[in-house]
């Protein structure tokens, strides 16, 4: 039987940062098609009145996420 070294996986910030980002992605896009769902139905302005815009909720998930993985406020925000 032959032996090999174990093999090691490594995360960075900027996998969590690119994951993080996805998952944004993905919420906005439901929300947007909840959004849509319920303007097809006439109750947007109780949607809208309720709740963050979606720039405004994913400015306070990305400062949150670079708040707990480290990335100081002088690193660029758009990739």
């Known amino acids: 039987m032959l032996r090999r070294t174990p093999t ?4 960075t910030s900027e ?14 896009a439901a929300a947007e098609a909840q959004a849509q769902a319920l303007r097809e139905q006439g ?5 809208i009145s309720s709740s ?5 909720r994913e400015r306070e998930l ?10 100081g406020a002088g690193r660029r925000q758009g990739r």
Not at 62 to 71: A, L, N, P, W
């Open 8 to 11: 090691s996986l490594t995360i």
């Open 15 to 28: 996998d969590i940062a690119t994951y993080e980002d996805r998952r944004v992605a993905r919420e906005q």
């Open 43 to 47: 109750n947007d302005a109780t949607m």
């Open 52 to 56: 963050p815009t979606p720039e405004e």
């Open 62 to 71: 990305r400062r949150k996420r670079q708040d707990r993985i480290g990335i």
